[in-house]
């Protein structure tokens, strides 16, 4: 037995190796670009209560840091009292952001709680933050 390398048998009844198959090597990998997390590519910018009409409204900004594709971001915005008390949640969405794009988002949610619990003043919180790539439509 010759081993457990590749071989062929000879007419003479010896081994001989057999050449290596060759394999084509592309010289550039394709590869889908950059993409970022949806914590990256997020940021709160502002944070009200608009105490008249009874409004929670906050602003963020999405920036679509991929190299190539677009995305679409999915989050919510928690609200908070002066004491730290959730006062309210506000769901928001961007679709189709291109790459390197930069959008703004109003969010806004009709705060539900007693009047007389109403917050003159709010802090605002990111949470729940998901990033969907669409590298078909880059």
């Known amino acids: 037995m010759c081993g457990l390398m590749v071989v062929a048998v000879t007419a003479a009844g010896g081994c ?3 050449p290596k198959p060759r394999v084509a090597v592309p010289s550039s990998v394709p590869t889908s670009g950059t993409l970022t997390e949806p914590e990256s590519d997020t940021t709160l910018t502002s944070c009200d209560v608009d105490v008249a009409f009874g409004t929670l409204e906050a602003k963020v900004r999405v920036h679509n840091g991929n190299s190539r594709s677009r995305a679409d971001y999915n989050g919510m915005v928690k609200f908070r009292d002066e004491a730290g008390n959730d006062v309210g949640t506000a769901n ?3 679709n189709g952001v291109g790459a390197g794009e930069t959008r703004p988002v109003p969010v806004s949610e009709e ?4 009047e007389r619990d109403k917050p003159k003043h709010v802090k605002c919180k990111l949470d729940m933050l998901l990033k969907n790539n669409d ?3 880059g």
């Open 92 to 94: 928001f969405s961007a």
């Open 111 to 114: 705060y539900s709680g007693l």
């Open 16 to 18: 001989a190796l057999l």
């Open 135 to 137: 590298e078909t439509n």
